[in-house]
Each structure stands twice: as structure tokens, then as C-alpha cells.
């Protein structure tokens, strides 16, 4: 399937594209004027071989969920049990994703690709809207009661896809986190999610996370694939301590000397230092791109995934968007790396596929604008 689905990855269609720009300096103003998003109509255009490209909608959220052998390292004061009560959070549609999502008018798909704890059944799922999340020190925030309930029969109702490779992944710091065969299942995955949500209809994929310490294997990917210094590519995560902080640092370096990675095998580099998540991530964008389907990226485990898939195909990365500047300094060494500007900075640095989110209405602007404004001369407005 990964072989098949890289070789099914082409460039951008340049005849869409020059006849996407061309447009652009017909429509009713300035030329330039819509900065970036001019650019990104472009692309698109190319993406899909017709212009206008078909609008991004309706779009759907993937979040992979997995846990870390990393996080017995102390890289965060968050217990890992909180991976699977989010989990749980997500699919009673009480988080910060699910809000965004019904917002944007997304679904929303959860997938356990590494979860360390067995998901109960969707049976054991109580339709209330209950959730209840650990903060760290076992302190809980309480009920979180989502609107109306959880009704299975509206579209926005999360659904769970049991694809756990395997129970959380190793220790970085000890041995290679995962088998180069369980690499593969997992880039593998996100594969066939991408290829179910695109034959469901969905015009536009948007990455999303979950997983207690998985910034520190994605620091450790931006760093082996970029060859920036570990101080670098790592970041305050939740939100560590300076003492935390210098310690996840010494972390991510000591895993990328203990492996070297070799940013020319993209499956060995997230065999050695990734995640269950950032490698189904990895498969997504895959699988998007084979499709000719765009994928905004959300943050920082986004685009260590998508340093992966590039690695893979290069021209992948014509099937991303960038969806906004994550507030971790990976981010940014990532997308300088893989030549994407994102379109909001906001300092967010949650994860989840919420900043993605946020800019999705950008991209659908940007897109509408090839469908809907008249030209100069359809609208008989004098050109300078």
C-alpha cells in the first residue's frame, strides 16, 4: 500500500495553474491585492488539474490518538492516562476540536492508532455529553456537558476507528521507538483513513492529534529531518518549567545521537525517534496527496509528519496547507524547511487539529474567489 500509494503522487498541474493566475488578474481588483491567498488559489488549482478548483468543503478532521515510551523520561508533568480520557473527551464532543469542528460544519474521526489504554467499546460510550479529564496531579477540571447531548443522528457526532498498531510506543532514549514494521502499519493507516474520508466525500482533510509527550518525538523528527540542533526543534509542549524544558531538550538530543537517523529513510527515522500518531499522520498526507486532495496542517506533530511524507514523496507537499504557525519553534523549522507560509499565527499551541480549523474558512475564501467574482469585463468595470 505505502509503495503504491507514493508512486500515485504527481505534480502540480501547470496548465491548471497558469490558467488559475491568469484569471486572477481578470477579476474585479487590484492585481496582488489578495496577497497570499491568490497564491493559494493557484496551488490548489494545480492540486485538482482544473480551474477553479472545487470548493474545500465538506472537510473532514482525522485525530490520531497514540501514547509515548518517551513520556518515563519525564519530558511532561501531564500523566499519561490523559491521552485516553481525551479520547473519550473527543467523542462526547466536548473539546476545543469538537467546538472548532461544528463550527467549520467538519467531522470529526478519532483514531486510535497507539493508545497505551484499551478504548471501551462505542457501546460503553454513555450519550451525555460526559467527559471527564485528569489535569496533572489527578486533579479534575469536573463534568464537561456538551450541548443537547451526543445525538448519533447528527453528522458532527465523532466516530472512533479502532487501528491500534500497537500499545504506545518505546522509550526514544532506549531503543527505536518502533519496529520499522510498525512504522509501516501506522503510516499504512493513515493511508486508508485518508483514502475512507475522501470515497465519503470529504473535499479537504485536516490532521489532527492526541498524545501525552508526543511533542518531544516531534521535535526529534524536525530535528533529524531538517538537521537543526535539538534546542532548536523542541518546545515547552503543554507548557513545562525552565528545569523541565532543558531536560526534554537533552532528550530529544540523546535519542538522535543514540540513533542517528537517516533523514534519506523517512520509514527508519519514525521506526527510531517518531510516534504512532505522526507516523498515521504521515500516511494521511500520503494518502491525500495520491488523491489530489488538499490537507491543512494544524501544529507542530502536523508538520513533523509532513517533514515525513515529503521525505516519502516530495511533491506531496503540494497537497498542504499551512494552516497556521504553531507557537513551538519546530513548527516554524518545519514549514521554513518544507517552504510553507501559514495562514493565521495566533500563538496557538494546542494541537487537535484546532488552528487547522480556524483557517479553513481562509482556504474556502480563497477558493470562492476563482468561483464567484466577476471579471473586469463581465462586470464592465474599467481596467487601469
Known sequence: MLETTIAAIGRLDEAAMSTARQLQTRLTKPAGSLGLLEELSVRLAGLAGTCPPPLPSPAAVAIFAGDHGVHAQRVTPWPQEVTVQMVG????????????????????TVVDVGVATPLPTPDDHPPTGDA??????GVSPGRVDVPGGVDHGRVDVPRLVDANVRRGSRDMTVTAALTRDEARSAVEVGIRIAGELIDGGAALLVTGDMGIANTTPAAALIAAFTGVDAAEATGR????????????????????????????????????????????????????????????????????????????APDAVGAMIAGHRSAEPGATVALRQLGLTPLIDLGLRLGEGTGALLALPVVTGAVRVLHEVATFDSAGVAEK
Open 237 to 312: 509542549g503543554t507548557g513545562v518549567d525552565d528545569p523541565t524544558y532543558q531536560h526534554k531538550i537533552e532528550v530529544v538530543r540523546a535519542a538522535l545521537l543514540r540513533h542517528t537517523p537517516d533523514p534519506t529513510d523517512p520509514l527508519g527515522v519514525l521506526a527510531a525517534v517518531g510516534g504512532l500518531e505522526h507516523a498515521a499522520l504521515t500516511g494521511l498526507l500520503l494518502g491525500a496527496a495520491a488523491r489530489r486532495v488538499p490537507v491543512l496542517l494544524d501544529g507542530v506533530i502536523a508538520v513533523s509528519a509532513a517533514l515525513a511524507a515529503a521525505a516519502f
Open 89 to 108: 473527551n473527543f467523542l462526547a464532543g466536548g473539546a476545543v476540536v469538537n467546538a472548532f469542528a461544528r463550527q467549520a460544519g467538519a467531522t470529526v
Open 132 to 137: 471527564r479529564v485528569a489535569a496533572p496531579g
